[in-house]
């Protein structure tokens, strides 16, 4: 019979503890070099681990933990004062890649063979930010459903009461006159706040979606056409090619959709040179994905980051709030929307909306 050294033992359930544990786990020394970089570490940052054994952690972190390090470690060893080990906070990892996600750090410090070690057990925060993120944004438009009802219910009956009293006024004013024309644009001015109400409304407190089967090519060529007799889009060709089955989704919703995205997509291509939008439209096993490419400009990169923020807007008259509901919209379709600029020009906007099969389960739950 092989007996089994009982440190060989506790070795060996140690490594399995480690090597099944969920958080990762790093052990570093007194300088900062990685010498254990558990499993479930290599998940969380993309790093295998004979990668980063040997070098120091600091690889790990974005600025300024990057730079901060060393100096917090030299400093704890040699006066003791401890800002994380013992205590844990979060902090913010750095991936193989270069992205950044949060992350809980615990810190505990231990002696082996005299030399002072240093252990992080690591969990990743990125789904609860998400979550909390998803509770702020609903708080957020709750309160702005709110305002919204109360600014309908107070503005728009006097803004109706004040139209109707200036289109009286306008009646009795000679039609070439210059007053006449200052009247035509105060009833303008009304419109357009009458309208921006409406799409405040629209995206604070969006319809509850009456799902049916959608066939996407025919309601994006419907919308098309719709939008090419407005006289400020003459001269923008939109040509829709591909195919795809059928969505399950409420084809209004999906029309405010596919409007707000060919009017982005119109106003943003200058008057001079050819003004096409192309849609392309494609199927697979799991959604149907539509692609809007324009000729414009494209977007600078630090807007690109704000275009769904409600009310951010570079034109002079905009709402800022078309793109935001387009997103409202294809959330509440379980569906998504991207932004990408190729480096030739042009702006890509790529909807993605679940088929049928994939949504049916969804609709079934709301």
Known sequence: MKLVNPEDR?????????????????????????????????????????????????????SPYHEQHDGYLSRYLGTGEARIIGIGRDVTGRKRDGTVFPLHLSVGEMSVGGERKFTGILHDLSARVR?????????????????????????????????????????????????????????????????LIQDLLLFARPPQPRPAPVEVLPLIAMTADLLSRDPAL?????????????????????????????LNGAQAMVSEGARRIQVSIAGSDRACRIT???????????????????????????TGLGLPTAKRFLDLHQGSIRVDCPPGGGTVVTVELPLAAQTAAGWTAS
């Open 234 to 262: 003459q001269g923008v060709h939109v040509d829709v090619t591909g195919s795809a089955p059928p969505v399950v989704a409420d084809a209004e919703l999906l029309k405010i959709v596919f409007q707000n995205l060919l």
């Open 10 to 62: 506790a070795a060996q359930v140690l490594r399995a503890l480690i090597d099944s544990a969920v958080d990762g786990i790093v052990v570093i020394d007194a300088q900062g070099t990685i010498e254990t970089f558990n499993p479930a570490a290599e998940r969380l940052f993309g790093y295998r681990q004979e990668e980063v054994v040997g070098r120091n952690v600091t690889i790990l972190m974005p």
């Open 292 to 318: 809007f490419a324009d000729t414009g400009p494209g977007i600078p990169d630090e807007i690109r980051d704000r275009i769904f923020a409600p009310f951010f807007t570079t034109r002079a008259r905009g």
């Open 131 to 195: 979550m909390e993120e998803q509770l702020r944004e609903q708080t957020a438009l709750a309160r702005l459903g709110e305002m919204a009802a109360v600014i309908a219910h107070e503005i728009r009956n006097p803004l109706a009461g004040i139209r109707g009293a200036v289109q009286v006024i306008g009646g009795r004013l000679g039609p070439d006159g210059r007053d006449a024309a200052v009247v035509g644009e105060v009833v303008s001015r009304i419109d357009a706040l009458n309208g």
